[in-house]
């Protein structure tokens, strides 16, 4: 199996995630400031535990080649995307103070928390299939409103989240990942219970993402 077939598993709930109306109001530049801001101050504590997460895939990797493997992703996400997330806040606003003492909202627990329980309970491939649906979504959100003639570039207040998920460095990013995921993948079989476990667990994490989109389209005021 391959995460192709993960996706093609929960479909539905893969188009509601990629296609959620957050995104699309995102693409054409008529979402509300209110619910992007409770977004960006979610998504923030959101990178923390994925942090986090990709700290304990190297704990849960039976290989020194799989330890090294998950923690360039540890130094990205410290490194890289959560200061880039905490500069792109300061452009709306937003200081790391108002980010870091902002509360959790019930989605951001919920997701988080089944990721890291998932990753503590279950093996190394258990935890990347609860983690790839954020970094494969993101990518195929990127990569459809970058390319999509309806979505709004010039005058649009949320282009440059759009531009920083469909470029090329973060297309590349998960490109690599995606394939070593499918690589933990490729042995086991689609119908047996291994099989149908990964599926659970990618559907559900699918369910959570829908979630969070709508949790910030729900902050209204």
Known sequence: MNHQDLIKSCQSDWQAYTQHPFVMQLANGSLAQPCFLHYLK????????YAR????????????????RALPSVHALLDFEINHHVTYCSDWGLTETDLEVEDEDYGTVAYTRYVLDTGMSGDLVDLYAALAPCSIGYAEIGRLLTKDPSTKHVGNPF????????GDEFQQSVAESTAHFDQLLAEIDIHSERGQRLIKIFKTATRMEVAFWQQGLDAKN
Do not use: P
Not at 53 to 66: H, P
């Open 159 to 166: 282009s440059t989240w759009i531009a920083l998920y469909g």
């Open 42 to 49: 979610q998504d923030f504590l959101f990178l923390k535990h």
């Open 53 to 68: 997460a990709y700290a304990l895939a190297i704990y849960k990797a039976d290989s020194l080649a799989d330890m090294r």
